[in-house]
């Protein structure tokens, strides 16, 4: 089951070969050998809204909108050996290639990581494993502490309710929801001024799918302070504000649906809260959601304002595609419930990759417009509190543009 | 740009309530007539549609389903925006739900009022009834007492899990917000005429694109 994890492969990556990677596949498929034919070793789960699941799909999914049916080809084995090759190329001399040929790491994630190596490169493009380094013990130490009961007994009724579907989230009690318990508690003490937000438990849950409970821990707190920083604090400011300039970013780049939208009151954050905050985890398919977060560590929050932005244009950009939705309701449905067969990866990477340069450019105009705005509201208030509304929107410092 | 054939009602109605009591499941079992263990927690908000025949009309409801952490709190008023009535629900084996009810119930009626002035119709839901009866849900004469006092039409004790009570209680609410509708339609003065703008008529022309 844990096949797909490869981490912690330390100093000698050149052992890693293509075989290795190809039997990630097998092994999770092999894995489910162990897994009776009523798959009783997920539990009382393995029968979810009526359906038995044997089989997991090559992404641990056993089943709910996010199954992946493997229609989708897999990239050609020696392309997919080449890859391997380039980003152990990369990972050895990590620092000289972000500090020199970012562009090239750039696009590299954009291609896609290979899955056997995701997990170390999310961590390196993140910094979380820095920040591991750093801090080692520290982790062992915030879990020996007590934490919180208001946040601890808000988490424990999250646990099985993240990725149910997923075989290592799938049995209460398992260590998929231990592990998932752990990191979440821990961060309630490493920023007791944060605590807990619902939305954090999916993002957790993701990265725990690829590594172990430390490094998905410090990864989660990158995430939470460098990539989207304010989103999950207590007032949801930043996320209300990124709703804004999501739909101010919309008015430039799809008119059409940003009259849609308008004309049915239909505000931003009904649908973009869980799509932000999320990291649409909840909402592509599982490829999709691979590829997005790959381009998402390495190019940070802009690229899920773009994915955003390409999913309203597919969905509401043409007259066609808006005749059918003629109310707030059926746009709403068709938004919160995108249907995998309209979402195609390659296009939707495609689309996302086209260079926007103009956008951004409008997008930090916009930035000081809606500023300026919130500045004002604010008159009344502390502003100094909120002067973290400023950085926002672009993305983190320390990622080359 | 609708023309009613015959005559349709479509309301909005929340379900609110702290996390983890169920409001998902009573909507998914008063829509869709199942139960599971395995929803995910919600994150923002969810909808769906529920359609009913009333008195030779049919009725659409739209169910708004509301994350309960209170820092979503921050976001209900555009949630709450145009709904006609809500559920408040609570879990009956955790009393810190219970007394959050009342937490709700004042957000709802500081955020949302009627056109004539009047708070939505609302009815409080004891969820998880089959999981045993919380002490405070024996005593009916507390409950009716409770329901006056905080301005709820009426309250059920429900479970998602088991069926129970919840197509009664959907079926009260309707019922009141049917009675406050036409409530408001009788308030109105009607020698009064109220001139507006046309709504597509904006600076931009978004009748351009509407189709025939």
């Known amino acids: ?401 | 740009m609708q023309t009613n054939h015959h005559k349709e009602r479509l309301y909005k109605i929340l379900v609110i309530g702290d996390l983890g009591v169920g409001k998902t499941s009573i909507i998914k079992r008063y829509v869709h007539h199942n139960f599971s263990p395995n929803y995910r927690a919600t994150i923002g908000v969810d909808f769906a549609l529920k359609v009913l025949n009333w008195d030779q009309e049919t009725v659409r409801l739209q169910l708004w389903d509301i994350a309960g952490q209170e820092r979503f709190g921050n976001m209900t008023r555009v949630y709450y925006r145009e709904a006609m009535g809500a559920f408040i629900v609570f879990d009956v084996t955790r009393p810190a739900s219970f007394e959050a009810v009342t937490k709700w119930k004042e957000d709802l009626d500081s955020k949302l009022t009627l056109t004539n002035g009047k708070h939505v119709a609302t009815v409080l839901l004891a969820n998880k009834c089959d999981q045993g009866r919380d002490v405070l849900t024996n005593n009916g004469i507390k409950m009716e007492q409770f329901c006056q006092e905080n301005g709820f039409v009426g309250w059920y004790e429900t479970s998602a899990k088991e069926n129970i009570n919840i197509d009664e209680a959907a079926n009260c609410l309707v019922k009141h917000i049917i009675a406050s509708e036409k409530d408001m339609l009788q308030s109105e003065v009607s020698d009064t005429i109220t001139p507006q703008l046309e709504k597509d008529k904006g600076g931009t022309c978004s009748s351009c694109f509407r189709s025939q």
Request: proline share 4%.
């Open chain 1, 1 to 401: 089951m844990k096949c797909r994890r490869v981490w912690g492969w330390g100093n000698s990556p050149d052992t890693l070969s293509y075989l290795e990677s190809a039997s990630l596949m097998s092994g999770t498929l092999e894995s489910l050998s162990g897994l009776g034919e009523d798959g009783s070793s997920v539990g009382s789960d393995s029968e979810i809204n009526g359906l038995t699941i044997r089989r997991t799909d090559k992404y641990g999914f056993l089943g709910g909108s996010q199954y992946s049916e493997g229609g989708e080809k897999d990239i050609r084995v020696e392309v997919a050996r080449q890859r391997e090759i380039k980003w152990i190329d990369m990972f050895n001399n990590w620092d000289k290639w972000v500090k020199h040929r970012f562009q090239k790491v750039k696009l590299r994630c954009r291609k896609g990581i290979p899955s056997s190596l995701r997990a170390k490169a999310w961590q390196l493009l993140s910094n979380s494993q820095e920040l591991l380094e750093a801090n080692r013990g520290k982790f062992e130490e915030l879990e020996r502490e007590q934490g919180e009961a208001k946040w601890l007994d808000i988490i424990e009724k999250d646990l099985h309710r993240q990725f149910p579907f997923h075989e290592m989230f799938a049995a209460r009690g398992g260590h998929g929801q231990q592990d998932l318990y752990r990191i979440l508690k821990a961060y309630t003490i490493y920023r007791p001024d944060e605590g807990y937000c619902q939305a954090q438990a999916p993002v957790a849950a993701v990265l725990l799918m690829h590594m172990p409970a430390e490094q998905a821990f410090w990864c989660l707190v990158q995430i939470c302070e460098k990539y989207l920083p304010g989103y999950y604090s207590a007032g949801l400011e930043a996320i209300q504000l990124d709703g804004e300039i999501f739909f101010s970013l919309l008015r430039r780049t799809c008119p059409m649906a940003y009259r849609h939208l308008k004309k049915f009151k239909i505000d931003p954050i009904l649908y973009m809260t869980e799509w932000f905050m999320c990291i649409f985890s909840r909402t592509l398919p599982w490829s999709c959601v691979l590829r997005v977060w790959d381009m998402f560590f390495c190019e940070g929050v802009k690229i899920v304002f773009r994915v955003g932005l390409v999913l309203l244009k597919q969905m509401l950009g043409s007259v066609d595609k808006l005749r059918e939705l003629q109310g707030m309701y059926e746009t709403m449905e068709r938004l919160r419930n995108i249907s995998p067969d309209t979402i195609r990866e390659d296009l939707l990477v495609q689309e996302v990759g086209i260079s926007s340069s103009n956008m951004y450019t409008s997008k930090i105009c916009f930035c000081f417009d809606s500023w300026t705005r919130v500045m004002s509201h604010l008159s009344c208030c502390d502003r100094s509190s909120n002067l973290h509304f400023l950085c926002l929107p672009h993305p983190p410092t320390f990622f080359p543009i």
